[in-house]
């Protein structure tokens, strides 16, 4: 069965950076749209960054210019690399898949980020 599995989160001054990774099995990762949505205690989910099978990335307004998104295919591995960190980024992050980023068939269970201020 399809497999996503993050790893990287933690507790981060605000300023500073941190790098998700999302590792993939059971699944043809290379034919896949990637992503990370969040979510954040009483907010709905949302969509964070995501990069379409063809290297093709989108990032919400709120994260342009700070988070990078890629994807190693030969590693069947996203990885979200997150400068400038701020408060409001605090959340739990979830690797997803599907054929577009805002058409998932599958979650991962997430990984926490803190931010301090």
């Known amino acids: 069965q399809v497999q996503l599995v993050e790893s990287g989160g933690g507790l981060v001054q605000a300023g500073r950076s941190l790098r998700l990774s999302c590792a993939a099995s059971?699944?043809?990762?290379?034919?896949?749209?990637m992503a990370w949505y969040r979510q954040a205690p009483g907010k709905q989910r949302e969509l964070v960054a995501g990069?379409?099978?063809?290297?093709?990335?989108k990032y919400a307004d709120s994260v342009q210019g700070r988070f990078t998104i890629s994807r190693d295919n030969a590693r069947k591995t996203v990885y979200l690399q997150m400068s400038s960190l701020k408060p409001d980024d605090t959340a739990v992050y979830y690797c997803a898949a599907g054929p577009g980023w805002s058409r998932i068939d599958y979650w991962g269970q997430g990984t926490q980020v803190t931010v301090s201020s």
């Open positions: 059971g699944m043809l990762f290379s034919l896949n749209a």
């Open positions: 990069i379409s099978s063809g290297g093709t990335p």
